[in-house]
């Protein structure tokens, strides 16, 4: 579904003559840094950097640095889901990543982050929720996700959503030993660092946002590019390439056409970028440059 709300704003300020250079070059297809429109600045992926956690992850996209780690706890299922786990994504702005964040600055930011990994992750069965089920109807898994930004450099989106399919892949769960029936059911839960399994993360989408700029569009824009968009799409893609999710934002309309445009586009983007980091994933590499 296409949801409109209002674009967030950032703190970087430029004057009329800087604006139009950089929606010219962009509509140049290229832009400041030399880049066309649909090339990423060089993403960073590290996982297993966080200690006391299932999995961890940070990634780096320019200047924008983002952790991201999963801690898993034994809860109560839901009624209404008796036989799937559960998971509670948190975003935190660090007030140190940017000056727009000081303050109470960083609540509408995170709030809008915040929401982009949650459709990304319901509008599908992303994780196989099914999997975090102890015991059907009494106890299942809890992941608790923790999402960090210690510096932004623009496309906090589409970074966390990198750091985090990252952190998922990463994540170990030790096995759970049931005994008992009823009120007198026991749960053991190893401590063997051995005995563990992994989530699937075979269906864990990426998020590619795609700005709006002048008459054209671009993907990983810079805060100085942001600052000259009219709005912005979030497109939420699966491993295959289907469109699992996606967004608009902002107060710019956007036409029809152009919006299919950048819709195939975020989804040619997106295959390459999860090809690309499922192969440095399934080869445990602790440190990756995409």
């Given at each position: 579904a296409v949801v409109s709300t209002q674009s967030t704003g950032n703190s970087i300020k430029l004057s009329s003559a800087e604006r139009k250079f950089i929606i010219d070059s962009i509509e140049d297809d290229f832009r400041v840094d030399g880049r066309t429109c649909e090339d990423y600045r060089q993403i960073e992926v590290e996982t297993r950097n966080l200690p006391n956690t299932n999995g961890s992850s940070r990634c780096r996209i320019g200047k924008t640095e983002v952790l991201v780690g999963v801690k898993a706890e034994v809860v109560d299922v839901d009624l209404h889901n008796p036989k799937k786990g559960k998971i509670n994504i948190a975003v935190d702005c660090s007030a140190t990543a940017s000056p727009q964040f000081a303050g109470r600055?960083?609540?509408?930011?995170?709030?809008?982050?915040?929401?982009?990994?949650?459709?990304?992750?319901?509008?599908?069965?992303?994780?196989?929720?099914?999997?975090?089920?102890?015991?059907?109807?009494?106890?299942?898994?809890?992941?608790?996700?923790?999402?960090?930004?210690?510096?932004?450099?623009?496309?906090?989106?589409?970074?966390?959503?990198?750091?985090?399919?990252?952190?998922?892949?990463?994540?170990?769960?030790?096995?759970?030993?049931?005994?008992?029936?009823?009120?007198?059911?026991?749960?053991?839960?190893?401590?063997?660092?051995?005995?563990?399994?992994?989530?699937?993360?075979?269906?864990?989408?990426?998020?590619?946002?795609?700005?709006?700029?002048?008459?054209?569009?671009a993907v990983d824009v810079t805060e100085e590019e942001s600052e000259c968009s009219t709005g912005y799409v979030h497109v939420g893609v699966l491993p295959s390439g289907e469109v699992s999710a996606m967004e608009k934002c902002g107060a710019g309309n956007m036409d029809p056409i152009a919006l299919l445009e950048m819709i195939d586009a975020a989804v040619r983007i997106g295959e390459k970028i999860h090809k690309q980091l499922d192969s440095h994933l399934i080869a445990e590499s602790t440190t990756a440059t995409l």
């Open positions: 600055g960083s609540e509408i930011v995170e709030q809008e982050i915040l929401s982009v990994l949650n459709l990304l992750y319901s509008s599908i069965d992303a994780l196989k929720l099914q999997d975090l089920c102890i015991v059907k109807g009494e106890s299942c898994w809890l992941l608790n996700i923790d999402v960090l930004y210690v510096q932004c450099g623009g496309n906090m989106f589409d970074a966390a959503s990198i750091a985090l399919k990252a952190a998922l892949h990463s994540t170990t769960m030790p096995n759970v030993t049931v005994s008992g029936e009823g009120i007198e059911m026991e749960l053991e839960i190893s401590d063997d660092p051995f005995e563990v399994w992994k989530l699937d993360t075979s269906m864990c989408p990426i998020c590619i946002t795609l700005y709006q700029e002048g008459e054209s569009f």
